[in-house]
């Protein structure tokens, strides 16, 4: 299943870095001037050395998450033939638990399917048309000369968003999901190889960002960082924030 809402409390710790400065002043000699004292550095200190190392994870955190789409062709190995709609049918199908029946958490969702005409392909949010389905983007993340299939679509009721990453997978033509996370969403950027998400915090002021890189030899997106930044604008608690302690500008990439 997707990355979703995972709960995490990193430390990040920091070193202060020394600062020096040169300047010509106009009209002198052309010497240097110092700039003033510079900050002592400061290095690492290594908590409890004697700690055995881990040998294995604690837990399974889904690092490598892939899946292959059953039900869903790649005519000629072009993943812009595919249908996007039916990628997302293809995923409720393949878990039912999240998607069919009164309890199931995103059972609007698929209510809402019948509204994607045309298999979303207009290009339109489906947020202003009642299809969940969000216009898909399409770039080389993989590196393999080829485009990839970005893929986002509404989460409801639960007023979340989907984000999923689809390759095919070599000569074989197979539609393969690559990266799955969900949560309530600031904002989405693809840059390079990587898939970049933002997510409203709990913290004022503070939002968590998120970066998917591709690993070839994983055949994956793998979680490559995972950041809480301050944004500069203090805010009130969101109404659906994140629940990890537990990431924008459209991406430049094509859309369709």
């Avoid at 693809?190 to 913290?203: K, Q």
């Amino acid at each position: 299943m997707p990355l979703s809402r995972r709960m995490r409390a990193p430390c990040r710790a920091a070193a202060v870095a020394l600062l020096s400065a040169a300047a010509v002043g106009c009209g002198d000699t052309g010497g240097l001037r110092g700039a003033g004292a510079a900050p002592t550095a400061v290095s690492p200190a290594r908590l409890w050395p004697e700690l055995p190392p881990a040998s294995s994870p604690a837990f399974d955190l889904g690092e490598v998450d892939t899946e292959v789409v059953e039900g869903v062709a790649v005519p000629g190995g072009d993943i812009r033939a595919v249908d996007p709609a039916a990628v997302v049918r293809a995923e409720i199908t393949a878990h039912p638990e999240e998607y069919r029946g009164d309890r199931a958490p995103y059972r609007e969702t698929v209510r809402r399917m019948g509204d994607c005409a045309g298999g979303g392909e207009d290009g339109r949010d489906g947020a202003t048309t009642g299809c969940p389905l969000l216009a898909p983007y399409y770039r080389d993340l993989t590196g393999d000369g080829r485009d990839d299939l970005t893929l986002g679509f509404r989460l409801l009721p639960e007023d979340l968003t989907a984000v999923r990453v689809y390759t095919v997978d070599g000569d074989r033509h197979r539609l393969t999901r690559v990266m799955a996370y969900d949560d309530a969403l600031s904002g989405v950027e693809l840059a390079g190889r990587s898939v970049i998400v933002r997510s409203p915090s709990e913290v004022a002021g503070y939002e968590y960002r998120l970066q998917w890189t591709w690993d070839p030899d994983q055949r994956a997106m793998l979680l490559t960082h995972d950041e809480m930044l301050r944004t500069g604008h203090p805010r009130s608690t969101p109404s659906t924030p994140s629940t990890r302690p537990a990431p924008s500008a459209t991406s430049s990439a094509d859309a369709r």
